[in-house]
């Protein structure tokens, strides 16, 4: 057998059948676009998702760091002795802290602690300026 262009045409394999071509077989050139369109798409989907989530753990990185600071406050001055827990200031890492301890009976003070650091201050993503002030509230006992 020989093919249209005169070039011999092998056979196909017992049992198996023989592939009919139509001219049509392809995709069309709107098939091409249509599919193009939809991964595109599909890829500024992901890109948008990828930034969002980069966010997110730059805040979450932050919100670690601004809790390690608050921890190590609260441990150095579980560490001292009832009488000396007074006010004073720190600097940990990033964040500049200051606190105050107000008594709460003979036998309890409350002490508050502030940060101020970086983080979510007034713009909707993180920033490194010192715009961000917490505080948290602890009590501490006599023993």
């Known amino acids: 057998m020989t093919t249209r262009a005169g070039a011999p045409r092998l056979d196909p394999a017992p049992g198996v059948p023989e592939r009919v071509v139509s001219p049509r077989a392809g995709f069309s050139l709107v098939e091409v676009i249509i599919a193009m369109l939809i991964l595109t798409i599909g890829v500024l989907g992901l890109a948008t998702t990828t930034a969002h989530i980069v966010r997110q753990i730059?805040?979450?990185?932050?919100?670690?760091?601004?809790?390690?600071?608050?921890?190590?406050v609260i441990d150095r001055l579980q560490?001292?002795?009832?009488?000396?827990?007074?006010?004073?200031?720190?600097v940990i890492g990033a964040f500049d802290l200051r606190w105050t301890s107000i008594p709460d009976g003979p036998?309890?003070?409350?002490?508050?602690?502030?940060?101020?650091?970086?983080?979510?201050?007034?713009?909707?993503?993180?920033?490194?300026?010192?715009?961000?002030?917490?505080?948290?509230?602890?009590?501490?006992?006599?023993?």
């Open 58 to 72: 730059t805040l979450g990185d932050l919100m670690t760091e601004r809790s390690v600071a608050f921890q190590t």
């Open 107 to 143: 036998q309890s003070k409350i002490v508050r602690i502030w940060t101020r650091g970086p983080g979510v201050g007034g713009q909707t993503f993180p920033t490194n300026d010192p715009v961000r002030v917490d505080s948290f509230d602890f009590r501490v006992l006599r023993r």
């Open 79 to 90: 560490a001292l002795p009832y009488d000396d827990v007074g006010s004073g200031t720190d």
